[in-house]
């Protein structure tokens, strides 16, 4: 493929979404976009591999420019995901035993109120294309990668007699926090949990624990590298550079000395009511121990690491994109296809797990405590949330762009109150489409258009941080809290635990607003 298909290709898929001044406009800009790389030394090829599969591009463009396709959703279409937040929330403190066992016939029903009203509004044909959409590109690669981690973490086991003190939690955190940046927030969390757990069960007062493990290692860990949360890999593919996020090493050390700090003293003052009441861990071995089993389970999560690099690097490969540009793969129904890029990813992942469980001792995952139980309310939970909440980004990609939201503080508090609620990744990217329109001459180049490096930081640190304000704004916070429940540790209600995000977390935004983002 050379500048002149891509246009092209480019171009019909835009054809009839917008009008003709818009269109002219939109194209004549990558015209330019292809002379300026030229002009730098940069080759087609290389300039097409930046921007892009052309349809992939084409809807971030409409995302932000405004089809002619109705734009209004119906607001009154977000109720069934609302009600299944709703249940979530309510029905553990109601009817506890009763949702335990009927969770997937709960999640069915919100579903089935969702698809049929949708159906009336837009068609039985756009309605299975959407969940079919939502179904094969969103939610399977999410759970497979969760169902990956989860087994190869569960095949590596701490042994040792360190115990949970205030020193040594701060000190976990902090590893954890780093580490998630190098093998992603859910790597991070999923390796790091059950450690976590073991070394503070002596301990009574545990909650607040893995309520900051969720705040730092499941959330803001992942704001360094693409790797580290999925929005940021979405930015890598439009342009982004790879290394590029690093600039918000500042905020994330910023973040830590604060939230650290005030963990420490909460834990202090747990640590020292449990000492006083009579608990103490087993100090009676002279010296201190500490083993690691399953250790080669690191070659496993490696691969799993790779396979999430190479989803977001495969697309832009000539050998996986067809002569209009689109990225190859089994089409199933409509415009839905499952890539082979995501193929590709899927095997390594399920590869990966199966190669963990045959390789290691059952009696490792015995030690851990290793029941299938947190990974299947995830997957329940979380293919209701996933088809549910389709109505909400539609509505969000529709008005987004027609918000008035254009500096740092605007776009940080946008994306960050929506994302702790929906995906962040589209969330992130509606922000950073329509960041991209609005004519910014100095900044990051990106194939959305040039973006401001504050505003660009304001987006993903909304984006990957306040993903912390609820169990349901990111992958392992609701991983971290099912497995923290099964291994007796008692984690606060939905809304409890955004009564601590609220108090602890919000301050922190808005000191970060004061200092990184006005």
Known sequence: MNKETYIDALERKLWDRLDPDQLRDIISYYKDYFAMEAAKGISEEETIRKLGDPALLAKSILAAEGSKAPSTVPVWLCIPFAGLLLCIAVMPLVKAEWWESHQPLVVALWIILMVVPFAFVYGAGKTAETVL????????????????????????????????????????????????????????????????????????????????????????????????????????????????????????????????????????????????????????????????????????????????????????????????????????????????????????????????????????????????????????????????????????????PNLGITKPAEMFWATGALSSFLDNTPTYLVFLTTAGTLAFTNGITTTLGTVPTKVLSAISCGAVFMGANTYIGNAPNFMVKAISDENGVKMPSFFGYMLWSVAFLVPVFIIDMFVFFL
């Open 133 to 400: 959409d939502c179904i094969v590109n969103d939610y399977l690669t999410f759970i497979i990668l969760l169902f990956g981690l989860f087994c190869v973490s569960g095949n590596i086991t701490m042994e040792g007699d360190f115990a949970g003190s205030p020193r040594v939690n701060v000190g976990l955190l902090a590893l954890g926090t780093l580490l998630a940046s190098c093998i992603g927030t859910t790597g991070a969390s999923m390796l790091m949990v059950r450690p976590v757990i073991k070394m503070n069960s002596w301990r009574k007062r545990k909650g607040h624990i893995m309520i900051f493990f969720i705040f730092m290692v499941s959330n803001m860990g992942g704001c360094l590298t693409p790797i580290g949360d999925p929005p940021l890999l979405m930015g890598f593919m439009r342009g982004v550079p790879f290394f590029w996020s690093l600039h918000l090493f500042p905020v994330l050390i910023f973040n830590m000395v604060i939230l650290l700090f005030v963990f420490y003293q909460i834990d202090k003052r747990s640590y020292r009511k449990d000492i006083a009441n009579g608990r103490k861990p087993d100090i009676r071995k002279p010296g201190t121990q500490f083993r690691l089993d399953g250790l080669h389970n690191i070659i496993f999560l490696v691969m799993i690491v790779g396979a999430v690099i190479l989803s977001g690097v495969l697309p832009g490969m000539s050998a996986f994109q067809d002569a209009a540009g689109n990225v190859r793969g089994i089409h199933l129904f409509g415009e839905v296809t499952l890539t082979f890029p995501a193929l590709i990813e899927i095997v390594i992942i399920l590869l990966a797990a199966f190669l963990s469980f045959k390789t290691t001792d059952k009696q490792i995952r015995i030690r851990n405590h290793f029941t299938w139980g947190a990974i299947q309310e995830v997957a329940v939970l979380f293919i209701g949330i996933f088809i549910t909440m389709q109505p909400a980004l539609m509505l969000l990609k529709a008005v987004g």
